[in-house]
T-cell receptor
């Protein structure tokens, strides 16, 4: 079946502009995660959605970052007033549920802020 | 919160040799430890995982060991092949933290011919 998909694959924007990144999880997966991977770095947790529960936003680096998940499926990560330090690959992952389940990653969106 | 340290950051081995990557974690309540492999330009993929009620797990040339007392776990790759070249990330899940993974900083493994 189809894996996790993300769009766009690449996004170049100017400092100060807002951007929206989209994630389509695997159908039926109740858990969805956003991570950020800077060049040559590890994966930094941003936010986690599980079913209808309130999302875990503990990893969001500032109030410029927000995410929503509509209808328990597609998620959008929004970055307002982008800064150069926001440049990174943003990875989305989904899993069948909470606890000990493999997370399936999407291909990522490479964001470049000029 | 959880903190995961990973060593080494880079590792070069000759084809056929073994490779070992080590991680330590800070929170003794962590109970699930997956390893992900990320090839250049590709997405991370799970290669093996271990839960805290198990000390060792093997899958063909890959094995993971867990020492809960010392709070460290290791990835062992035997008979390395060029296609093993990639970045490997360890991770830990904190009990009560849902399925939120805390990742190590990654190890760039290069298998040389």
């Amino acid at each position: 079946g189809a894996g996790v998909s993300q769009s766009p694959s690449n996004k170049v924007t100017e400092k100060g502009k807002d951007v929206e990144l989209r994630c389509d999880p695997i159908s039926g997966h109740t858990a969805l995660y956003w991570y950020r991977q800077s060049l040559g770095q590890g994966l930094e947790f941003l936010i986690y959605f599980q079913g209808n529960s309130a999302p875990d936003k503990s990893g969001l680096p500032s109030d410029r970052f927000s995410a929503e998940r509509t209808g328990g499926s597609v998620s959008t990560l929004t970055i307002q007033r982008t800064q150069q330090e926001d440049s990174a690959v943003y990875l989305c992952a989904s899993s069948p549920g909470s606890h000990y389940n493999e997370q399936f990653f999407g291909p990522g969106t490479r964001l470049t802020v000029l | 919160g959880e903190n995961v340290e990973q060593h080494p950051s880079t590792l070069s081995v000759q084809e056929g040799d073994s490779a070992v990557i080590k991680c330590t974690y800070s929170d003794s309540a962590s109970n699930y430890f997956p390893w992900y492999k990320q090839e250049l330009g590709k997405r991370p993929q799970l290669i093996i995982d271990i839960r805290s009620n198990v000390g060792e797990k093997k899958d063909q040339r890959i094995a993971v060991t867990l020492n809960k007392t010392a709070k460290h776990f290791s990835l062992h790759i035997t008979e390395t092949q060029p296609e093993d070249s990639a970045v490997y990330f360890c991770a830990a899940i904190l009990t009560g933290g849902g399925n939120k993974l805390t990742f190590g900083t990654g190890t760039q493994l290069k298998v040389e011919l």
